[in-house]
């Protein structure tokens, strides 16, 4: 092996453990694993949004039961399923903050319409003692908690990532390979989103006796 080709073998190994140290050092490797663990805590929070809707075609049956229940409170039910079940929730999603927008609204109608089932329910005794009901609602109050959960740790790795991605040097790799910011839910506006309406059951004062003439 003449030294030519030595030192052009020895050259390129050296280009590439300096490229190797470079990347290391403007937190190349770190956007690779916060990007996945974007990735996974994502994947955790379609699975329970999915574990929800599969749970809301059982309640409406189960509801649809009660004689003279509310129909509104059953469409809307329905309707915001329908609306949220037919947005694609690709991975890819997560780096539009557009459609993530319209992911999140779409998510936090069912979470509004559900809470209006809920209370609505409390008019009906036979609903509140079937024990179908009771058992589908601790289903779905059990699967709303591991909402929560995910979307919280969600939230703490998009954080996580936002920050490398904003903090320099990092953002010029970011810059150069193309790790954009990353949109998260905003936890504030969800909530709200998914506040039940106020609904009065008190039964109105009886009217006054008339003044007898």
Request: with cysteine; aromatic share 8%; glycine share 4%.
């Amino acid at each position: 092996m003449t030294l030519v080709h030595t030192f052009t073998r020895w050259a390129g190994r050296s280009a590439v453990l300096l490229l190797a140290f470079t990347l290391a050092g403007c937190g190349y490797n770190d956007f690779q694993r916060l990007d996945e663990q974007v990735k996974a805590g994502w994947a955790e929070v379609l699975n329970q949004y999915q574990r929800r809707s599969d749970l809301i075609p059982n309640i409406v049956a189960t509801v649809k039961g009660e004689a003279n229940f509310e129909q509104e409170t059953l469409t809307r039910v329905i309707e915001a399923r329908a609306k949220a079940t037919s947005i694609q929730a690709t991975p890819e999603l997560i780096n539009d903050p557009n459609a993530f927008a319209k992911f999140q609204a779409a998510q936090g109608e069912v979470s509004s319409a559900l809470s209006r089932l809920l209370v609505t329910v409390e008019q009906y005794p036979n609903l509140k003692a079937n024990q179908g009901f009771q058992d589908l609602r601790v289903q779905l109050e059990g699967t709303e908690n591991r909402i929560t959960v995910a979307r919280n740790r969600y939230i703490k790795s998009v954080s996580d990532y936002n920050v490398l991605a904003r903090s320099f040097p990092n953002n010029l790799t970011a810059m150069v390979f193309g790790y954009e910011v990353k949109p998260s839910f905003t936890v504030t506006n969800e909530a709200q989103i998914a506040l039940p309406p106020a609904v009065s059951f008190d039964k109105p004062a009886p009217a006054a006796p008339a003044a007898s003439k």
